[in-house]
């Protein structure tokens, strides 16, 4: 009998029935949270001051906001200056913030989360996907050195958004 045929009307094939190999996830994936001590509306409000990311983001030299879903960033990457455009794919005031690169030497995209907690505790997840370029970032992929410096950078977050007034940042919401 021939495996590839089914014996019997609706049978399933076997070769169709034979698990196939896992998806393989080509740009590494960073995911990292915190848990900071202020409302949701704070933690949301410091994030989308995007200007103001070189104060906590360590890589980050200068960002210009362009208009309401376009930023422009210069970072320093392994000791290599880089610049690059980026588009804010969905934004929804307290909830979310995604972009992707629109234009740059580094291929990336992401989205950070805030999640109440309670009155006055945000819990802020970064995922990111990004893919390495250069022999440095991809041995720094390789061994979890893109993950340590988000850790740090959530952390740095943290430590402005807890210190800083409560005034919020652009509020407006884009839509997938």
């Given at each position: 009998?021939?495996?590839?045929q089914?014996?019997?009307?609706?049978?399933?094939?076997?070769?169709?029935?034979q698990?196939?190999?896992?998806?393989?996830?080509?740009?590494?994936?960073?995911?990292?949270?915190?848990?900071?001590?202020?409302?949701?509306?704070?933690?949301?409000?410091?994030?989308t001051?995007?200007e103001?990311?070189?104060?906590?983001?360590?890589e980050?030299?200068?960002?210009v906001?362009?208009?309401?879903?376009?930023?422009?960033?210069?970072?320093?990457?392994?000791?290599?200056?880089?610049?690059?455009?980026?588009?804010?794919?969905?934004?929804?005031?307290d909830?979310?913030?995604?972009?992707?690169?629109?234009?740059?030497?580094?291929?990336h995209?992401?989205?950070v989360?805030f999640?109440?907690?309670?009155?006055?505790?945000?819990?802020?997840?970064?995922?990111?996907?990004?893919?390495?370029s250069?022999?440095?970032?991809?041995?720094?992929?390789?061994?979890?050195?893109?993950?340590?410096?988000?850790?740090?950078?959530l952390?740095?977050?943290?430590?402005?958004?807890?210190?800083a007034?409560?005034?919020?940042?652009?509020?407006?919401?884009v839509?997938?």
């Open positions: 009998m021939d495996e590839r089914p014996t019997a009307p609706g049978d399933i094939p076997l070769y169709c029935a698990a196939r190999p896992p998806t393989v996830h080509t740009m590494p994936q960073i995911i990292e949270t915190v848990d900071v001590n202020v409302p949701v509306s704070a933690a949301y409000g410091q994030w001051r995007f103001e990311f070189p104060h906590f983001l360590d980050v030299e200068k960002i906001q362009v208009d309401d879903k376009t930023t422009d960033w210069t970072v320093k990457v392994a000791g290599q200056e880089r610049e690059f455009r980026a588009v804010i794919t969905e934004q929804h005031p909830e979310r913030v995604a972009w992707a690169v629109k234009d740059g030497e580094t291929d995209a992401g989205v989360t999640h109440k907690l309670s009155d006055d505790e945000t819990r802020v997840t970064a995922q990111i996907d990004w893919e390495p250069g022999f440095l970032e991809k041995l720094g992929a390789a061994v979890g050195v893109g993950g340590h410096a988000i850790k740090k950078d952390q740095n977050y943290k430590e402005r958004v807890e210190s007034p409560t005034d919020t940042g652009w509020r407006g919401d839509q997938a």
